[in-house]
Every structure is written in C-alpha cells, then in structure tokens.
C-alpha cells in the first residue's frame, strides 16, 4: 500500500487500523496481561497481570507522547496497542513500543502493518526524525520484524534482561526518517 498517496488513510493499513481507546478495551487489556508470553516480550520489568482499573482508556495523547489501540480492519477486533512515547520534541525523537494481545493473532502480520502505520504517523505527522525501541535478545519475531520494517541495530545491553535463570540482551535498535523513505514504494 503507497501510504503518502492517500491522506484520508492514514490511520488504515492493510490489516488492522490505529483507533482511540474505548471503555471496553480495559478488560481485554487486562486480559492481555495474564499472558506470561505478551509480558515477557513486552518489557524487561517483572511479569504482573494487570486489573481492569490499570488498563482503563486514557485519551490516545499522552505528556510526551501518543498510543493506538490496534484494530483489525476486517472484524474492528481490539488485537493489541502501538505507543510513541519519550518524546523529545528538541532533538525530534520518539520511543516506540508495541503488543500484539493474544498469541492467535501473532505472526499473522499485524505488527508490520501496525508498524508502517505507526512509522509514517512519527515521520510525517509529528515531524520526528528518530524513532528508537529495544527488543529483548529471546523475541527473535519482533527483532526480525523491527529489521523488516527498517530498524538497524545500535548496540546490546549485555545480560541486562534475567527471566528464568536465563541472561538475556536487550538490543537497541533505532530508525532515521531518511532510512525508512528510502525503503517506502515509490
């Protein structure tokens, strides 16, 4: 899909679309959180699940940053969120963190939809010129997809990341504005 070519798409992609968060969403966000999968590729902090309370919307603009819920196009099913957060206005940077809810819906490219979306709206919308993550060195998916989408590999924290008697990297990885135009369809 050429995604400068229609404005009016913008929060539309193949698959799945970025959407405000409704009332409804705090319970499957809960839900999500009582997968011990989706929250040890999610964060390097400690798995918890998460009450309803925790996860009730919040307006989709954040101090210092903007978070979608992810939808699918074809059922409007809520399957996960996609975030910019730390934003640094000055130096035009953005962190970017994503999940995917249920591991029914994973590997079946949402994520990369989700992440042109999300990369476009950084780049052209909000004017950024960075956007930067870490994926812990286990979630080989996500380093794969994040690769596909553009991202290079800046550096390892070294077994910075413990989860079940295992020593895990936690690979920083960033994307310049001009590295992911050059890998859009002309």
């Known amino acids: 899909m050429d ?3 229609n404005p009016n798409n ?3 992609g193949n698959k799945v ?4 968060a409704i009332q409804q ?4 966000l809960a839900g999500y959180t009582e997968d011990y999968e989706y929250l040890r590729n999610l964060d390097t902090d400690y798995a918890v699940p998460q009450t ?3 996860n009730e919307p919040k307006s989709a603009r954040m101090d210092h940053g903007v978070e979608f819920m992810l939808r699918t196009i074809d059922e409007d099913r809520l399957i996960g969120f996609v975030a910019l957060h730390s934003i640094e206005w000055n130096n035009q940077s953005a962190r970017l963190a994503i999940g995917i809810g249920k591991a029914k ?3 079946k490219g949402y994520g990369s ?3 042109q979306l999300i990369l476009r709206y950084a780049f052209y919308e909000l004017n950024l010129n960075r956007v930067s993550l870490d994926v812990i060195s286990y979630n080989e998916i996500a380093y794969h997809a994040y690769k596909k989408a553009g991202f290079v590999e800046e550096g ?3 077994q910075a990341v413990l989860r079940g008697g295992q020593k895990y990297d936690r690979i920083l990885m960033g994307l310049l504005r001009e590295e992911w135009e050059a890998c859009q369809p002309s």
């Open 3 to 5: 995604y400068t070519s």
């Open 10 to 12: 913008w929060f539309h």
């Open 17 to 20: 679309r970025l959407a405000a």
């Open 25 to 28: 969403d705090a319970q499957t």
């Open 52 to 54: 309803v309370q925790e």
């Open 105 to 107: 819906d994973r590997n």
């Open 113 to 115: 939809d989700a992440l």
């Open 156 to 158: 390892r924290m070294r």
